[in-house]
C-alpha cells in the first residue's frame, strides 16, 4: 500500500514537470501522447488492468468523435485516455480536487456547472469547438455515476455538438471487477458522499482490479434530433455493459 502511494506521488511529480516545461512548447499531438502515456502509467500503478472487448483499433482512428460512456469512476477518465486521449467534460467541482484539479484545468477540461443552464449551454458550445478543432472529446452523459449495475438515462445537452459539427459518437461500456469477472468491484465506484481521497485510498487497497471495456459502433448523427441520438447511445452502452 505505502508502495502504491509513493509510485503515485512520483507519477503526479511527474504530471507537473510536463505541464509546466514541456506542454508549453508541445504540439498538441505530442500532448495528447503526454497525456496518453501518463494515464496508462497511473493505471499500472495502481494495479488495474485492461481489457478490451473486441478490438479497439476503432478507437484509434484519428477521426474526430464525441466518445461516451457509462460513469463509475474517477478511473474511467485514466481508462479513457489510456486508450485514445481525448479533451474531457467534467462536472465543475473537479476544479477544487487535490493535484487532479489543476492537471484537468491544463489539459484542456471543459468544466460545466450542471445547475447552471447558462453554462451548460457553453459546456455545448465548448465541445462543438474542440470537435472543430479536430480533438476527440469524451463525455459521461448519465450526468452522475453509479455502482456500474446499470446505465441512468442519457443527457442529451451533450449529444447536440455532435450534431452540430457533424461526428459520429463512439459508445463505450465500463465495468470494473476485483479479479473474477463475475464480481464487480464496488470499491472502484465514485458514489455517495465519498470524497476524492477516500476513494483513492479505497481504489488503492484494492490487490487486484481489471475494467473491462465494451466498444460499440459508432453512430451517426444523420437524421438524428440531440433526444434521438441520446437514447441510440444509451442503449449501445446498455447492450455492451450487460454483454461483459
Not at 107 to 134: E, Y
Amino acid at each position: 500500500m505505502l508502495i502504491k502511494y509513493l509510485r503515485l506521488l512520483a507519477a503526479f511529480a511527474h504530471a507537473f514537470l510536463i505541464l509546466w516545461f514541456k506542454f508549453p512548447r508541445a504540439t498538441r499531438e505530442r500532448k495528447l501522447a503526454y497525456i496518453q502515456a501518463w494515464s496508462t502509467h497511473v493505471l499500472k500503478v495502481m494495479g488495474v488492468r485492461l481489457n478490451i472487448a473486441p478490438s479497439f483499433t476503432s478507437i484509434w482512428s484519428k477521426e474526430t468523435r464525441l466518445i461516451v460512456a457509462n460513469h463509475v469512476s474517477w478511473i474511467d477518465v485514466l481508462v479513457i485516455q489510456a486508450l485514445h486521449p481525448c479533451v474531457f467534460i467534467a462536472k465543475s467541482e473537479v476544479r477544487r480536487w487535490p493535484l487532479v484539479g489543476r492537471m484537468a484545468k491544463a489539459c484542456g477540461v471543459v468544466f460545466v456547472d450542471r445547475n447552471s443552464s447558462s453554462a451548460t449551454r457553453k459546456m455545448v458550445d465548448d465541445v462543438a469547438s474542440a470537435l472543430h478543432h479536430g480533438y476527440c472529446v469524451a463525455g459521461f452523459p448519465e450526468g452522475t455515476s453509479s455502482e456500474g449495475h446499470d446505465v441512468g438515462l442519457f443527457h442529451a445537452n451533450l449529444f447536440e455538438a455532435a450534431i452540430h459539427r457533424d461526428v459520429e459518437v463512439l459508445p463505450l461500456a465500463l465495468r470494473y471487477t476485483d479479479g473474477d469477472k463475475s464480481n464487480l468491484c464496488l470499491k472502484a465506484a465514485f458514489v455517495g458522499d465519498v470524497g476524492f481521497i477516500e476513494s483513492l485510498h479505497q481504489v488503492l487497497e484494492i490487490p487486484r482490479m481489471t475494467v473491462y471495456v465494451k466498444i460499440g459502433k459508432t453512430l451517426s448523427p444523420h437524421g438524428h434530433s440531440r433526444r434521438t441520438l441520446a437514447h441510440l447511445s444509451h442503449r449501445s452502452v446498455l447492450n455492451q455493459l450487460q454483454a461483459l
